[in-house]
Each structure stands twice: as structure tokens, then as C-alpha cells.
């Protein structure tokens, strides 16, 4: 667990200085989430809700 975060790490800070990384893709990594969005970047939105704590969710 420990590489793979190590791993998303590398390659977060490699894609925010825009440095090539020429490597064989890991059947690990052809499957990892965050890599895919590095590459594939995707718009994401939301809302945030506040409510107080012991609340009834709706």
C-alpha cells in the first residue's frame, strides 16, 4: 500500500512540472485512479453542505 501511495506521489508532482515519464505501464498502474486522471484530466463538481452535528441526513 505504502509504494502505491509513494508511487501517486511521483507521479502527481511529475505532472504539476510537466516532466515526461517514459515507462511500461504496471497492470497496477493501467488501473490506478489517480494516474488515469493525471492523464486524462475530467472536470469534477460539487456542493458542499453543512449541517450540524447529530442531524438527521436528507
Do not use: W, Y
Amino acid at each position: 500500500m505504502l509504494g502505491s501511495c509513494v508511487t501517486h506521489i511521483f507521479l502527481i508532482k511529475a505532472a504539476e512540472l510537466a516532466v515526461l515519464i517514459d515507462s511500461p505501464a504496471t497492470d497496477e498502474e493501467r488501473v490506478c485512479p489517480i494516474l488515469n486522471l493525471i492523464r486524462n484530466p475530467q472536470p469534477v463538481s460539487g456542493t458542499v453542505v453543512r449541517t450540524r452535528a447529530g442531524a438527521p441526513l436528507v
